[in-house]
């Protein structure tokens, strides 16, 4: 598929709508901000297109959580643990102070293992790393609390969409050079930098 007719309107598009977006967001016109975002998204390709659904953001930055067994090592997804409530005998009852514990039962060697003494290992998330999906535009809610956290949270929700969609503008342009041997032309919209 060639994009060589293509290029440089996208080029000058995605600069225009950037500016837009961001001047807008300066403005704190939340709308004009969003909708600058959307159309740099509706320039690029299918193959390039940012997804935005919350759901799916969500499950690929949701933490992993595990378990890690203290008889043999193993580690468990916290999803595929249930944890129990386990009577103590008396003795320990007496030295604990408690009647229960909570144990969770290694799928690997089968023991009972007490929540108090497992160690708990999260996975960190990879930074940067492109997703290419974020959740959907924050939206204003009745409370002073929306007043108060609406900002900063369209503030983050807008650079994150940005930067997904930066890094997505430079998998296109590679992609060209590929396949064209140079760089598109940016032959429209110049930027303001003195606004």
Known sequence: MGKSGYLPDISSGFTFWRSYAVNCLKDKDYNGATSGLHNINALLTEDYIVSVDTEAYNKQTEE????????????T???NIQVCQILLSPTDSIISKQKTTNKWRCPECEKWVSQQRTNIIKDKLESPYYRRVVPECPTHSIGLGDRLNFSSKFDKWFYNFLEEL????????????AQNGEDMADLGFKENRNS
């Not at 203290?70 to 580690?75: A, D, L, R």
């Not at 930066?166 to 050079?177: P, T, W």
């Open 166 to 177: 930066q890094h997505a503008l430079a998998l296109y342009r590679i992609e060209y050079i």
């Open 64 to 75: 992993n959580i595990f378990y890690e067994c203290g008889f043999c090592k193993k580690e």
């Open 77 to 79: 997804a916290v999803s």
